[in-house]
Structure formats: structure tokens, C-alpha cells
């Protein structure tokens, strides 16, 4: 049961956290959407933003969806245990979260525009749970790669969090970062909802719009 696994609703340390493996549990591919390569560099001009939001299922095919987004892959970040497995993940004791990585053309696509899809398509103020998948692989994180988009975050967050307010929810729980680390999931959890159509989606955001604020200003 949920509650016999003290995992699920703290992390692990480094000393309790699984040892993990030092070889990647994925191979590599191209994106069964986009056709992009899902492993590699960053081309040049791209950007890149590591993304928690519950299950990753829904999260990867919300962001492939969108203009400028040239390849997403799902993974795990912001824990220990290096290399991990899904089922090492679901443990708890990795520390991780479930995350989708997501490379984009900001000329195309604004930092803006990604983090008002987030803060909109799911409940930021869960903590270690996202709606009725509960534990500490789910809960909400934004992995950025530098401090400039460090601080577009803050502010973002900032700013929804005065919305959220002003609709009677509670504060943001939503783990933010500058963390480059992201390991690839499994091969067959990659593009999981275009392989299954009918699968699993657990994405149900608060109702509170990131695209307005307060007065109505664009976050």
C-alpha cells in the first residue's frame, strides 16, 4: 500500500537512494512522431528545458504537439540513483521524478509559451502526488539549463502563483532548478500514447489560466 512505502512521500539521501547502473536503460532512436533523433546533441540555435508533470505519458504528447519543438523524450531527473529503471523509479528510492525532455526553436518557440502549457495542464500545489498517481516520481519540476532560464521560471512561477491565489488554491510545490542531468526511460514508454492511443493520460491542470494574471497581463 502507499502508506507502508515511507518513499513515496519523502526522498531518499544519498545513503538510502538504489545504486543504480552505470550503462543508459535506453539504446537511442528517432522520436516515432517528430522523426527527430531522440538522443545526441542540441542542434545548434535549440534550446532545451526538462519538464515534470505527473505521468509522463500525457506530458510527452502535449509537448510534441507543439509549434518549434523539434524532439521530446521521456525520462527521469532531479533524484539519485543514476541510470535508473521505471519500476527503481516508482520505488521511490531514486529520487526522481518523471520528466519529459523538451527541445525547441525559441524563434519559433517562446520559453513563455512552454511554461503557460505547463502551469495549465496540471495541478502544481500537489506536491508528491498528481491527482490519484501519488508518490514522489510524480510530483511537479522544471529542470532548466542556465541561469537566464532559471529566473524566466522564477518570475513565471511567481506570477502564477498570484493567479492560483486569487482562485483560492494553495501555494506551488513545483521543484525548480538549473540540473542538466536527465536519464532516457525505456524504449517502450518513449512516444507511449502515439504507440497507444487509448492509453493512460493523467493530465488535469487547476482551471487557473498562466496566460493571464491579476489585471490580465500576460505572464
Known amino acids: 500500500m502507499f502508506f507502508d512505502n515511507p518513499f513515496k512521500s519523502r526522498l531518499p539521501n544519498s545513503d538510502e537512494a538504489l545504486a543504480g ?7 537511442g532512436g528517432n522520436h516515432a512522431v517528430l522523426g527527430s533523433a531522440l538522443t545526441g546533441s542540441v542542434p545548434k540555435g535549440m534550446k532545451q528545458i526538462v519538464l515534470g508533470l505527473g505521468c509522463f505519458w500525457g ?10 519543438v523539434h524532439v521530446t523524450a521521456v525520462g527521469y ?7 535508473p529503471t ?5 520505488s521511490g528510492l ?6 519529459v525532455l523538451l527541445v525547441y526553436d525559441p524563434a519559433k518557440l517562446a520559453l513563455d509559451n512552454v511554461l503557460t ?3 495549465q495542464a496540471h495541478d502544481p500545489t500537489q506536491g508528491f ?3 490519484n498517481d501519488r508518490g514522489t516520481q510524480y510530483r511537479s519540476a522544471i529542470f532548466v539549463m542556465d541561469d537566464d532560464d532559471l529566473a524566466i521560471v522564477t518570475a513565471s512561477a511567481e506570477q502564477y502563483q498570484k493567479a492560483l491565489a486569487k482562485a483560492g488554491l494553495g501555494q506551488i510545490t513545483t521543484e525548480i532548478a538549473v540540473n542538466d542531468q536527465f536519464y532516457y526511460a525505456e524504449d517502450y514508454h518513449q512516444q507511449y500514447l502515439h504507440k497507444v ?3 493512460y493520460c493523467g493530465l488535469q491542470g487547476t482551471g487557473v489560466s498562466a496566460g493571464q494574471v491579476g489585471d490580465n497581463k500576460k505572464i
Open 21 to 27: 547502473r552505470g550503462t543508459a536503460v535506453f539504446a
Open 59 to 68: 506530458a510527452e504528447q502535449l509537448f510534441w504537439k507543439l509549434p518549434g
Open 77 to 83: 531527473a532531479g533524484g539519485v540513483t543514476p541510470n
Open 86 to 90: 521505471y519500476e527503481e523509479t516508482c
Open 94 to 99: 531514486t529520487g526522481h521524478t518523471e520528466v
Open 117 to 119: 502549457t505547463f502551469w
Open 129 to 131: 502526488r498528481q491527482g
Open 197 to 199: 492511443p487509448n492509453g
